[in-house]
């Protein structure tokens, strides 16, 4: 596609259920980033992958958290157990390498009640 | 201490001013800078990239390095109303990919 793609844009869910987000990186981009950013704040990392593996998941929160990228295109964030507190637009990102320029997604807003 | 500092604003010009933006990081390994546009309920657009000390130009703006002092600044010249987002600087290690966010300063142009 022409941009990355996240869906859903807007995820209200209840507290305690299990919520999943999925990235659509640019075309031919190997690298993809996870972000989420609360109100007044930069984004914060989350995890980072080049190819399939997780290069880097130094961000993630706690092990309620976890992402996938089986075949080294789509991506998928896993939120197991939500709670109020995960409430925040997630975003995705991806670039050629991990070491250039990197394009965002719309973002995903969860809304935790 | 934040690895990458803002202020946040708001910083208020005119319109046709130049607006400009300071950052500064405080991993000296921080060897790529970016700077992105976010605009409210949006997503941040990447507007500008610099990786050496100095100036880079591109159209209105204008991204200066200096490594020694740790710092990173935007300019915008000739500043417009639809200018004003919040701006956010980003470093990154080569040793580690992530992009490591401050906290974005809010730029308001007065029409």
């Known amino acids: 596609g022409a941009g990355v793609s996240q869906t859903p844009s807007n995820k209200v869910t209840e507290k305690g259920k299990y919520v999943e987000l999925r990235c659509d990186p640019i075309s031919g981009h190997t690298a993809l980033y996870w972000y989420r950013q609360s109100l007044g704040q930069g984004p914060e990392f989350l995890i980072y992958?080049?190819?399939?593996?997780?290069?880097?998941d130094s961000g993630l929160p706690n092990d309620r958290f976890f992402a996938v990228r089986p075949e080294g295109s789509v991506s998928t964030l896993k939120i197991q157990r939500t709670e109020r507190g995960d409430s925040a637009v997630y975003l995705c990102?991806?670039?050629?390498?991990?070491?250039?320029?990197?394009?965002f997604g719309q973002g995903t807003r969860l809304t935790v009640v | 201490q934040k690895e990458v500092e803002q202020n946040s604003g708001p910083l208020s010009v005119p319109e046709g001013a130049i607006a400009s933006l300071n950052c500064t990081y405080s991993?000296?390994?921080?060897?790529?800078f970016f700077w992105y546009r976010q605009y409210s309920g949006k997503s941040p657009e990447l507007i500008m990239s610099i990786y050496s000390n100095g100036d880079k130009e591109d159209g209105r703006f204008t991204a200066q390095l200096n490594k020694a002092s740790q710092y990173v600044s935007l300019l915008i010249r000739d500043s417009q109303p639809s200018d004003s987002a919040t701006y956010l600087c980003a470093s990154q290690m080569d040793s580690s990919y992530k992009l490591i966010f401050g906290s974005g300063t809010r730029l308001l142009v007065r029409p």
């Open positions: 990102a991806s670039s050629f390498l991990g070491n250039t320029e990197a394009f």
């Open positions: 992958f080049q190819g399939t593996g997780a290069a880097d």
């Open positions: 991993d000296r390994g921080s060897q790529s």
